[in-house]
Structure formats: C-alpha cells, structure tokens
C-alpha cells in the first residue's frame, strides 16, 4: 500500500471511531483504568470497566468490542477474561490481548496461552512480552517493561500470528503490526511514552476501538489505532515538560487531532 492511502486509512478510522463511539469492554490491570478509559474517550470511543464475571453474561453481548490486559492477574480474575473473550469470540466481536508482564511467573504464561487458545483477533505486547507468549517460555522476566527492541521480535511475532490466527502488534520506537505474512512498521511516538505508565495498555484498548470500527481488517485497524496513539504523543511532547504533563497532553491531543495533522504526520512503511 502507499503511503498515502496509509495516511487517509489512518483518518478513515479515527473518523468513524468518532462517529460510531464504539462500546469497548476493558478487562485491564489495575494500574492503567483511569488512561485506557481517558484514551478512549478522547478518541470518541465509549469505555466499560466491567470486569465481574457475573456481568459478562449480559454486557458482553452488547459491546462492540473486547480488550483483556493480565497486568494485575490474580486468579479469581482470570474466569471473567476467559468468560468474556470465549462469549466475544462466539459473537464475533473483535477481541485484543496484552499479555502485559507475561514472564512474571508461571501462573500468568499458562494464563496468557489459554487466552490465546480463545482466538483473540489482535495480541498487543511490548518486544519482551511478544518473544515470551511466542516461544511460551519466561526466559525475560523485566515485569511490564521491554529489554527488547519491538524490531528484535519481529520473527517471534510473525509465527505467533500464525499459530494463533490473530494480527500481532508489537510496541515500540518503532511499532510492527503482522498477520504473519506482511510486516507494517509504525514509525510514530516518541521514547518520552515509555515513562508514562499503561500507555502500552492504553494502546491495547485503542486497538480494540479501531478493531471495533474495522472488525474485518484487523491488521489495518492496529496499524491506525498505533499510527494515531504516536502522533498524540508527538504532539503532547512538544507541550510538556516531562511525563506527567505528556500523559496531559498526550490525551488533549488525541482528542483534537485533525485531517491536515494526521495526514501530515502519519508514518507507515511495509518492512516485509
Ligand atoms: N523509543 C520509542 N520511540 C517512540 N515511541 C515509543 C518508544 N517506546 C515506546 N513508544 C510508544 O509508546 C507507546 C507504548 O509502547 P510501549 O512502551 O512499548 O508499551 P508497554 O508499555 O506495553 O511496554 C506506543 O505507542 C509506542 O509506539
Ligand atoms: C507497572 C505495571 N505493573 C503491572 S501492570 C503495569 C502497567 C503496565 O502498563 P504498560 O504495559 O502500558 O507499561
Ligand atoms: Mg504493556
């Protein structure tokens, strides 16, 4: 694809997801709440934070669309994200996993292979979390942030999304999105998004959004919802003096971002 029909895809999406103010459900960690919902919103999505598996029976047919992040797993958690990524799957509705912190333990890789078991549409991780759900061993055990370079997991991403059938999105400077056959480069965002924490889950539940939006074109959808989430904090990093006023900022600017900004900004290249 050219670069250019890149870049209106990228505003194609943004536009509908402010349209059609998708439902998406987020069963994500404890940590990251407060900016996956503020992400969402400032996109135009509409966030649920319902996580009770005694819900799930009732909301989840009506969203329309799934995020699950294992970052703060514990085991009475782990039947609802089961629950609700087995009923998304049945229903069609596109689902993402963030295997956030995968390697922590045993407990939270076997969590994360049978999640993948439930056929997610996208797996979002960093570099680290994407080479460890792939090769399903903990070799790396840094927590939630990257040793990796998302470049270095580009092969363990590529067969993950062959075993699994899901588009995989790995984050980074420079984010990959594959299906296992084509590779897409993301190269927007800046190093600054790192100290900020759940911008990665962030990430994840904006990627459900898009999904949400684009259910059909799964690689096409992350590529923009990354595409985007780069460019805010582009943005955002040209107003702040450090991370906390990026986080600010970060979502202002996905709130207000506009044609000529993202037609301007948008940087997407095949690497294979
Ligand atoms: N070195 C970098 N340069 C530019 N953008 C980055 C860099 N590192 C991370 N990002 C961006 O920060 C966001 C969160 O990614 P990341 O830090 O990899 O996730 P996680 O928090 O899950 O480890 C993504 O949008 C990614 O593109
Ligand atoms: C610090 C931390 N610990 C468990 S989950 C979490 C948040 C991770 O967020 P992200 O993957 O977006 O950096
Ligand atoms: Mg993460």
Redesign the pocket.
Known sequence: MESKEWSSGVWTHLTAVRRRSPLVQCITNLVSMDLVANTLLSAGASPAMVHSIAEVPDFTPHIHALCVNVGTLTPDWLPSMKAAAELASQLKKPWVLDP?AVSCSGFRLKACLELVELKPSVIKG?GSEIIALSSASRSHTKG???SHESTEAIEAAKSLALSSGAVVAV???V?IVTDGKRVIGVHN???M??KITA???S?AGLVAAFLAVDPLQPLEATVSA?SV??IA?ELGEAMANGPASLRMHLIDSLYGLDETTVLNRVRITSLG
């Open positions: 956030a960093n939630a942030d990257s984050s980074g400077a984010d965002g800046t190093k998004m790192q911008t990665g889950c990430l990354m989430f780069g904090g």
